[in-house]
């Protein structure tokens, strides 16, 4: 089948009261393992790769394999390039075949990030591609490097901003951040529910990992339509991978391809159960 158009799942998601997984991978067993849970559960995913990832898993190999992937799969995958910090990245993104994008302009300033987006949502429709912005700053980076400082977004801000650009989707600052959490985050639902009334495009939800089934669960009754999870299935594929080595005296690749699949085939599973509400 053809790569699922992200917008449909979106819709679906906002009928069904129910959020879209957009789960990180960085290699073939990641991508093995979140297919794998998607068609067992029968619920369509989002594959996603980060700019930041991009060092140790190049873009033209991940698209290739993203893409296969989504095309041979009997349940609807979207492909998704997330957190494009460089906008000639999210451009090279597009002409390989990615179908949404996430433009991360979130640390300039308002004007500046309203500019960049734009230019980004013009060169996106000629590809009729989905796309991705952020306003405010989700905690943490991507990837761990960075440690941003969270800044919620302001719902009046985000209206503008959704208006102005014409953008697809808004990822929110509620208290969030990437990376596990040191300790439970207290998120702004407050914030969120006002988001919601004033933004006219779905919301997303990064920084996933460490959240509860009762957080995942209000903010998706608050018009959270996407949730990024990335931190979770990396750890869970090193931990399965670590336990078949620790077993044996000779670790082969075969087994040892399988387990990290696993790894993340449990954590996809654990979080779509969650997700469908
Ligand atoms: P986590 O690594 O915290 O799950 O965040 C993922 C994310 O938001 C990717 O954009």
């Not at 799942?9 to 957009?22: C, I, K, P, S």
């Not at 990641?30 to 029968?42: D, H, I, N, Q």
């Not at 394999?65 to 494009?84: C, E, R, W, Y």
């Not at 994008?101 to 309203?114: G, T």
Request: hydrophobic share 45%.
């Amino acid at each position: 089948m053809p790569v699922c158009d992200i917008r449909r799942l979106m819709e679906d998601a906002a009928t069904n009261n129910r959020a879209v997984g957009a789960f990180s991978v960085g290699n073939m067993e990641m991508v093995l393992g979140a297919v794998k849970a998607s068609l067992e559960l029968k619920t369509p995913i989002i594959l996603q790769i980060a700019e930041v990832r991009l060092k140790t898993s190049p873009l033209e190999y991940m698209a290739a394999l993203m893409l296969a992937a989504a095309k041979k799969s009997s349940v609807p995958i979207a492909v998704h390039f997330d957190h494009g910090l460089d906008e000639n990245t999210v451009y090279k993104a597009l002409s390989l075949g990615f179908t949404s994008v996430m433009l991360d302009a979130s640390l300039l300033p308002f004007e500046e990030n309203i500019a960049i987006t734009k230019r980004v949502v013009k060169k996106a429709r000629e590809y009729g591609a989905f796309v991705e912005a952020e306003l405010g700053v989700v905690g943490g980076s991507e990837g761990g490097s960075k440690a941003h400082k969270i800044n919620c977004t302001d719902p009046l801000l985000a209206a503008e901003f959704c208006e102005r650009t014409g953008i697809d989707a808004l990822a929110v600052a509620i208290g969030n951040a990437h990376g596990n959490y040191p300790i439970l985050p207290s998120l702004r639902f407050d914030i969120l529910e006002a988001l919601n009334k004033t933004c006219p495009v779905p919301l997303v939800l990064h920084g996933g990992t460490g959240m509860t089934d009762d957080m995942f669960r209000k903010a998706i009754s608050l018009g959270i339509r996407k949730i990024n999870i990335a931190t979770a299935s990396f750890d869970n594929l090193a931990k399965s991978a670590k336990a078949y080595t620790d077993s044996t005296k000779k670790a082969d690749y075969f087994t040892l391809s399988a387990h990290m699949a696993d790894g993340v085939y449990e954590n996809v599973k654990k979080h779509i159960e969650i997700f469908n509400n």
